[in-house]
């Protein structure tokens, strides 16, 4: 069975203290499901004293992006080696990321093959535009988007990856898309391209998680779809009580 993953993805929101702070409060209360796997994503400041606060419970941490070389003159941006110890996750090619930071498939594939040569996996983020949604190319352009970001990846390397079906129009808009659409993308659309890829054994095997507008009162939706491993939460992973029962959720419909 493929366990479910919850992860937070806090974006640009909290600073150091407030994410060390959060941590202490979470851990303990998710501490009873260990069924789940809970996954924080801080921002690069907080990373190393979110890993610290972290170190005696089973929460992961992971980056919310990285750069592809070992070191370098690129200002401003984090090598995946100085990941190395601090996260074992790390979120590549958010929408965010793409829009505003203009990253494109082939950056996105280089930054995959980054990280597992560093030993990171990859929550590799994935998904179409409300233009691209409403012309009916959905399929085609996020079975593309998963095709580009795996180019060269060997199959031995899926067991590392997290693939997110993050719908940009259901991102921090409140207008999630259905768990039967959700999971007819991630099961149908990306699963299939898997199966292309990598054969039908790998495809059942890989965890795929739904993210946009993920809270409380829709989790339970979700998890209970057959293809959705879990969910890349935004605004719920940022209160303490919300994360708590997108966890509780999520083991409750997996009958954890
Ligand atoms: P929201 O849950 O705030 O819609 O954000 C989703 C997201 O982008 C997670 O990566």
Redesign the pocket.
């Known amino acids: 069975m493929r366990k479910p993953i919850i992860a937070g ?1 806090w974006k640009m929101y909290k600073t150091l203290s407030e994410s060390v702070d959060f941590v202490r409060e979470l851990a303990p209360r998710l501490a009873s499901y260990t069924g789940v796997e809970r996954v924080v994503c801080p921002t690069f400041v907080a990373l190393a004293a979110v890993a610290d606060a972290l170190k005696n419970t089973d929460i992961r941490v992971g980056a919310q992006n990285l750069h592809w070389e070992a070191q370098g003159a690129y200002t401003s941006q984090i090598a995946p080696t100085m990941l190395q110890g601090l996260a074992e996750y790390v979120i590549i090619g ?1 929408s965010e990321c793409r829009a505003y930071l203009h990253e494109t498939d082939e950056d996105i594939n280089r930054k995959v093959k980054a990280a597992l040569a560093y030993g990171l996996k990859p929550i590799l ?1 994935v998904g179409e535009s409300l233009a691209q949604n409403e012309a009916g190319e959905t399929q085609t352009f996020v079975g593309g988007q998963v095709r580009a970001a795996l180019s060269g990846i060997e199959s031995d390397n899926m067991q590392n990856i997290i693939i997110a079906y ?1 719908p940009i129009w ?3 808009t409140g207008k999630n898309a259905s768990g039967e659409v959700a999971n007819a993308i991630i099961g149908g659309t990306i699963r299939s391209t898997l199966a292309q890829l990598y054969g039908n054994e790998i495809a059942q095997s890989v965890r795929i998680q739904y ?4 809270k409380p009162s829709n989790m339970l939706e979700y998890m209970s779809q057959p293809d959705i491993d879990g969910a ?5 992973s940022l209160k303490v009580d919300d994360f708590v029962q997108l966890v509780e959720s999520a083991a409750k419909a997996k009958g954890l």
């Not at 993210?211 to 993920?214: A, D, E, I, K, N």
């Not at 890349?232 to 719920?236: P, R």
């Open positions: 993805n958010h983020a993050e259901a991102i921090g993210g946009g507008s993920v890349l939460v935004g605004g719920a």
